[in-house]
């Protein structure tokens, strides 16, 4: 489809970013935290995939390709507007997380709690990520990407895309941890009448 494209068929694009389109917005959204800038960076991340499709060498999948276009776009809207709020990549500072933190990752009481509202505690905690953990957990647990994807995306080390997707975990765990026991509801005591 790509070949055909770039030999005329310029209507085809359509279809090629269509199965991308919502996870190029979210992925822009979860960065800028906000819907307009968010539809204005997936728009302009298609626009610069047009303009450069000649450049994809298919080294990688093309949905690898188009996110590390959004990323880019994303993260550069981020610089120019809050130079304060982007992290270094090359962080790699333990923090006070520990590796026990991680044991109740998947036990989220969603039964005790409406889901709604678990899901408005997540996107909060994930809004409030770092820039260099959430766009990992994105890529590896929103987008189901594999971790040598996720690397190429980000263009960082499989080993990096695995720390940073742990301590994204531990960090989430320890926002959400208190929230969730706090909205979960106590159990009711039922009591056996026969």
């Known amino acids: 489809m790509i070949a055909a494209i770039l030999s005329g068929e310029h209507s085809l694009f359509h279809e090629l970013i269509?199965?991308?389109?919502?996870?190029?917005?979210?992925?822009?959204?979860?960065?800028?935290?906000?819907?307009?800038?968010?539809?204005?960076?997936?728009?302009?991340?298609?626009?610069?995939?047009?303009?450069?499709?000649?450049?994809?060498?298919?080294?990688?999948?093309?949905?690898?390709?188009?996110?590390?276009?959004?990323l880019n776009e994303a993260r550069g809207r981020l610089r120019?507007?809050?130079?304060?709020?982007?992290?270094?990549?090359?962080?790699?500072?333990?923090?006070?997380?520990?590796?026990?933190?991680?044991?109740?990752?998947?036990?989220?009481?969603?039964?005790?709690?409406?889901?709604?509202?678990?899901?408005?505690?997540?996107?909060?905690?994930?809004?409030?990520?770092?820039?260099?953990?959430?766009?990992?957990?994105?890529?590896?647990e929103i987008e189901e990407r594999n971790v040598q994807e996720t690397a190429e995306t980000l263009g960082i080390t499989a080993a990096s895309v695995k720390m940073r997707l742990h301590r994204a975990r531990l960090m989430l765990q320890k926002h959400l941890a208190p929230q969730l026991k706090s909205a979960v509801p106590a159990p009711r005591r039922r009591f056996q009448w026969f």
């Not at 298609?46 to 499709?53: D, E, G, I, M």
């Not at 333990?94 to 026990?100: A, K, L, N, S, V």
């Not at 909060?124 to 957990?137: I, K, T």
């Open 18 to 70: 269509r199965p991308y389109e919502r996870s190029v917005y979210l992925m822009a959204l979860s960065m800028l935290k906000n819907e307009a800038d968010a539809e204005d960076a997936a728009q302009e991340a298609f626009l610069k995939a047009y303009r450069n499709l000649a450049r994809f060498r298919a080294e990688a999948r093309f949905s690898t390709w188009l996110i590390s276009i959004v």
């Open 80 to 140: 120019r507007t809050q130079p304060a709020l982007t992290d270094s990549l090359d962080d790699d500072r333990e923090g006070d997380i520990t590796p026990m933190q991680l044991t109740d990752w998947r036990e989220i009481p969603s039964q005790a709690v409406e889901r709604e509202e678990v899901c408005a505690l997540i996107r909060r905690a994930l809004l409030n990520l770092p820039l260099a953990y959430r766009e990992v957990f994105i890529l590896r």
